[in-house]
């Protein structure tokens, strides 16, 4: 099937964006293992169009730095200080500004100081919020705001620039003055594309709201039987946190079709540290230094039975 070359504009700079973001979590991931793997960050991109992609891309200094850097602190605070928020905040629409250190949001006791860029449904300026439509949404309903999933979208939110998105902010509706009507969310960002995780679309992408042109992406973790052909061929991009997801993904397109030309993304991933919230939170001497001649790895269980994490090891 012959590939579109011309992406809506909106997911054009989305994509862009995102090439940004797979090499930030490359980055981040190597910086909390003290080194790793740099390899090919995006499996299906080839280097004239990653260069370019990079161009247009703005990236801290830290990461365009030919040194083996470290993460800054206050890059990984602010990734903890997002996934703080998302669990304690399940119902509200949390952006990236939250904790963001770069107009220095960060207190000295590691906590944010601009609790006001959190949105309730009960906001005064609730209108004006929403409209600021970021390159890309991502769709995050008070059920899934737990430890994994919320680590997965605070990711996605502080490198792409975003926010998280419970159902409320989708479906009121808030009068336009300058309409002399009501507007929602899809009016607003009609062209902004949406996130979402697995199958959890609550129905969304099938509202009579949804804008036909409004483009969709999907976060899979396909051992999840209940994620069927439905679903990818509805979506316009896969992202792919694991090799395993890329090269099973992007075969099953090979083999079912893939009428949306869908594009298909290696990521890969990283989560917020925790060790190093704690002494920033309880102080240097709350976390015991590395000991690289007798290590140990815990792993902390989730909740899904589909990966056999019963307990922590």
């Not at 247009?56 to 993460?71: G, I, K, L, M, Y």
């Amino acid at each position: 099937m012959k590939q579109n070359p011309d992406l809506p504009r909106r997911q054009r700079q989305f994509l862009l964006t995102l090439v940004g973001l797979c090499l930030l979590i490359l980055l981040l991931d190597s910086s909390l293992l003290d080194g790793g793997i740099k390899d090919s960050f995006a499996a299906n991109l080839d280097d004239k169009t990653a260069n370019n992609s990079l161009n247009n891309v703005p990236v801290p200094a830290w990461v365009q730095s030919n040194s083996d850097t470290e993460v800054p602190v206050a890059d990984r605070l602010h990734l903890s200080l997002l996934h703080e928020a998302c669990i304690a905040n399940k119902d509200a629409v949390i952006p990236w500004q939250f904790g963001s250190p770069r107009d220095g949001h960060q207190r000295q006791n590691a906590t944010a100081d601009n609790d006001y860029e959190l949105i309730n449904r009960n906001d005064s300026n609730l209108r004006e919020k929403l409209k600021q439509c970021p390159d890309v949404d991502i769709f995050l309903p008070l059920g899934l705001r737990g430890n994994g999933y919320c680590e997965d979208a605070v990711a996605y939110a502080k490198y792409l620039d975003s926010r998280l998105l419970p159902m409320w902010a989708l479906e009121i509706k808030l009068y336009d003055d300058s309409l002399g009507r009501e507007v929602d969310y899809f009016d607003l960002c009609s062209k902004t594309p949406m996130i979402f995780f697995n199958h959890y679309w609550n129905g969304v992408s099938e509202s009579p709201r949804w804008p036909k042109d409004k483009p969709l992406f999907l976060m899979p973790n396909i051992e999840m039987f209940e994620l069927t052909a439905t679903h990818y061929w509805r979506v316009d991009v896969v992202l792919c946190k694991t090799h395993v997801c890329y090269d099973r993904v992007t075969r099953w397109y090979s083999e079912n079709g893939s009428p949306r030309n869908v594009k298909v993304f290696y990521t890969k991933h990283t989560s917020s540290d925790q060790a190093e919230f704690a002494r920033q939170r309880q102080g240097s001497n709350s976390i015991a230094p590395k000991d690289f001649s007798s290590v140990k790895f815990i792993h902390t269980a989730g909740s899904s039975v589909w990966k056999a994490r019963t307990h922590t090891r």
